[in-house]
């Protein structure tokens, strides 16, 4: 019988983490350890507000889940549909057990997760290093500061969105991307945008409200650069959904429920002719190393939730000028910092 035990962390931000709708100053998170017999796995959930979640729920979830996970690790496809019926969505909450099978099966097996998934691991696009909103001096200054990485994503949706990306080039050559997290009504998107390309910005991240599909459509053929759809895409039936309105979709363990989810919605977002990106939310390198192992299977990465905490007890992926090397223990091949 495979037991599952919890615990919640708290993991403090290095500066402020600001969005065009929340502000995080410290990220509650939980982390589970796996046992069967002699095997272990360790999985982390990071619980976002915005899909519902908090460390309470995921705990909650947890103690619900304990019981349905039968007793081998490698049937996770069973795994899952059991705890998709024990409860809906709670993304996050499946996202760490999940997490956790794929460690404990790679180190039974004696394989870093990559390999058990049949990836390269030297196909790695570079990560993106993202810039949470402030005034527009500060974003430079910050900008300024990660010069180690030569894509920044840049957070906007406020009335300050142009001043913000003219501070920031100023002092910047890295490619830039930009998300809003929501924050424009289309006609704003597309004014933004349109005034944005003198600064060169490879993509868009979210322009409009998640559930506004004809305003990303709009938006999408009213501009010259690609829209990448994020809190519009939850659930795989967004997929087919978004593949008329956008260009890729950002995926994230914690949104869209793990890795096996992940790499179903992967295909299908490929079959709809969609880019696809993999992102984060304020992550250790625990669930932070366990996305990178599907990065060989996406377009863009921006797995940096890690670099803006600044008492990761984990060490997993490391990063050497954008660029995630995967670590080539067993399983996620984390350890705990010593
Ligand atoms: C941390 C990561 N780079 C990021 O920007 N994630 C946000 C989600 C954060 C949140 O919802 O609090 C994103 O891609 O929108
Ligand atoms: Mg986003």
Known sequence: MIHIDAKPISLQLTTPFRISRSVQQTASNVVVQLKNGEAVGYGEAAPNQHYGESAETVLACIAQFAGN?????????????????VIRLNPAAKACVDMALYDMV?????????????????????????????TPTEMARKALM??????????????????ILKAIRD???????VDANAGWTPKEAIKNIHSFLEYGVEFVEQPVAGHDLAGLKMVREHVSIPIIADESCVVIEDIPRLSECVDGVNLKLMKNGGIHTILKMIHVARAHHLRVMLGCMIESSLAITAA??????????????????????????????????LPSDPGLGVKLHA
Not at 69 to 75: I, R, S, T, V, Y
Not at 171 to 177: P, T, Y
């Open 292 to 325: 990178a192992h599907l990065a060989p299977l996406v377009d863009y990465i921006d797995l940096d939730g890690n670099l803006l905490i600044s008492d990761d007890p984990y060490r997993g992926a490391k990063i050497e000028n954008g660029r995630l090397q």
């Open 106 to 134: 790679g180190k039974i097996l004696g394989i870093p997760l990559y390999k058990f998934l049949g990836l390269n691991p030297s196909h790695m696009p570079r990560t993106s290093f993202t810039i949470g909103l402030d």
């Open 146 to 163: 990660a010069k180690d990485y030569p894509i920044l994503k840049i957070k906007v949706g406020t009335r300050h969105d142009l001043e």
């Open 171 to 177: 002092v910047s050559s890295a490619v830039i991307r």
């Open 69 to 85: 996970l039968g007793n081998d690790p490698f049937q996770i496809e069973d795994i899952m549909q059991r705890l998709d019926k």
